[in-house]
């Protein structure tokens, strides 16, 4: 059976993580990855939009966050919202991302800069601001589920066992661009050779060994795997969501999931995390401007 829109990854055994970057990459070890039909791009606004308008969906940035979760908290600020990317006017200590991202009200998957911003344009872009549970929601209509990390990471690899980037060790071969990063100085000086100031249209680098387009840079990914500090943790592999109907309602909003492929706003500079080998850890509800995710389905 061929599935629009995704591509057939076969699984396999293959090396997951990377010794050459950050600690929660390592060690090395060896994964098993089912077969599976992939999305061939991250879900896109227009996709998401005819979920949205088939099912009534409102998102998470689309609701005010339960004064329960923030104990203490001003109830002014509990509006909906979300964190958009606001650079700064120069350098400045890359310790705190609080210097580049603003909390704006209003902001969600329709508004992505705040109110006044549309996606006007953006209907092939990557959705963004989106929580897990969006995604999980969507998938479970779509018929498919989140994929793990363990096979995000081996579809993400194209085939290329331990190479650094999808399309293999260079970051840029023969001088082409390969996936919209930052280049520059980061969070200023955004240089942007592709013609992308923030996400941009799926399809439009070169699709990895299998097909798959869109795995590093543009947006980070979610995938169905809580966070463990090390990808060798024993619990690593027992997901409590593995299937598309599994209730996420039993979340808080501590909980945190594995994100993977890094996004426009990773640069050597800063966050060396648009390959396959990184992962970051992300709390189900914070929403935003960079993070959207893709489905899979079992072949
Ligand atoms: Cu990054």
């Not at 980061?186 to 592709?194: G, T």
Request: aromatic share 12%; hydrophobic share 35%.
């Amino acid at each position: 059976m061929v599935s629009k829109g995704m591509v057939l990854v076969r699984g396999g055994s293959f090396v997951m993580g990377s010794l050459d970057f950050y600690p929660e990459e390592r060690p090395l070890r060896r994964a098993e990855a089912a077969d599976l039909w992939f999305d061939e791009h991250p879900v896109t606004n227009a996709q998401f939009r005819r979920f949205v308008t088939d099912t009534g969906h409102t998102t998470v940035a689309e609701h005010a966050p339960d004064p329960a979760d923030f104990p203490g908290a001003d109830p002014a600020d509990l509006v909906p919202g979300s964190q958009v990317f606001v650079g700064t006017t120069g350098p400045v200590p890359l310790d705190d991302w609080m210097r580049w991202w603003a909390w704006v009200p209003g902001a969600d998957w329709r508004h992505p800069e705040g109110p006044g911003s549309t996606l006007h344009g953006r209907d092939l872009h990557p959705v963004v601001h989106v929580g897990f549970e969006d995604a999980a929601v969507y998938a479970q209509w779509a018929g498919k589920s989140l994929p793990t990390e363990v096979d995000w990471e081996h579809a993400a690899r194209g085939g290329l066992d331990q190479a650094t980037y999808p399309w293999g060790g260079e970051f840029m071969p023969g001088g082409k661009v390969m996936a919209n990063t930052w280049y520059g100085a980061f969070p200023y000086e955004n240089l942007r050779p592709h013609g992308f100031t923030r996400t941009s249209p799926v399809k439009r680098f070169p699709s990895n060994g299998f097909g798959l387009f869109d795995v590093t840079g543009n947006v980070w990914e979610w995938t169905s795997s809580p966070w463990f500090q090390t990808h060798t943790d024993p619990d690593h592999d027992h997901d409590p969501a593995p299937s598309c109907c599994a209730p996420v309602s039993t979340l808080t909003e501590q909980d945190r999931r594995v994100i993977k492929g890094g996004s426009h706003l990773c640069a050597p500079s800063y966050c060396h995390r648009y390959r396959p080998a990184a992962r970051q850890a992300h709390a189900v509800r914070s929403t935003t401007g960079h993070l959207g995710f893709r489905c899979c389905r079992p072949a």
